[in-house]
Nanobody, 115 residues
Framework: QVQLVESGGGLVQAGGSLRLSCAAS????????MGWYRQGPGKQRELAAT???????NYADSVKGRFTISRDNAKNTVYLQMNSLKPEDTAVYYC?????????WGQGTQVTVSS
């Protein structure tokens, strides 16, 4: 099993930046992939960015060039650096992990971008 704890959400003006953190309860070397998903008001949950244990990274088109996913293996933590934020980035951001054949989710952290 994997427990995930997110932090770093908040309220920011358009054009600003935030960094989200996701701390895992086990070594992230053992986790197939980790990522960030988001769910905006009235919308379905969607992918923002993922990173595999081998270091492969994938971004949604809507965040490419603005968001950066990274990891600190020593801290078992994955980060999402979000720059040039837009009001449409407003959402609950969820950390996810694929461990074995199972998905695990954090509790979510709210990001609100004001115009």
């Amino acid at each position: 099993q994997v427990q995930l704890v997110e932090s770093g959400g908040g309220l920011v003006q358009a054009g600003g930046s935030l960094r989200l953190s996701c701390a895992a309860s086990r070594s992230i070397f053992s986790i197939n992939a980790m990522g960030w998903y988001r769910q905006g008001p009235g919308k379905q949950r969607e992918l923002a960015a993922t990173i595999t244990s081998g270091g492969s990274i994938n971004y949604a088109d809507s965040v490419k060039g603005r968001f950066t996913i990274s990891r600190d293996n020593a801290k078992n933590t994955v980060y999402l650096q979000m720059n040039s934020l837009k009001p449409e980035d407003t959402a609950v951001y969820y950390c996810a992990a694929i461990f074995g054949h199972d998905w695990y989710w954090g509790q979510g952290t709210q990001v609100t971008v004001s115009s």
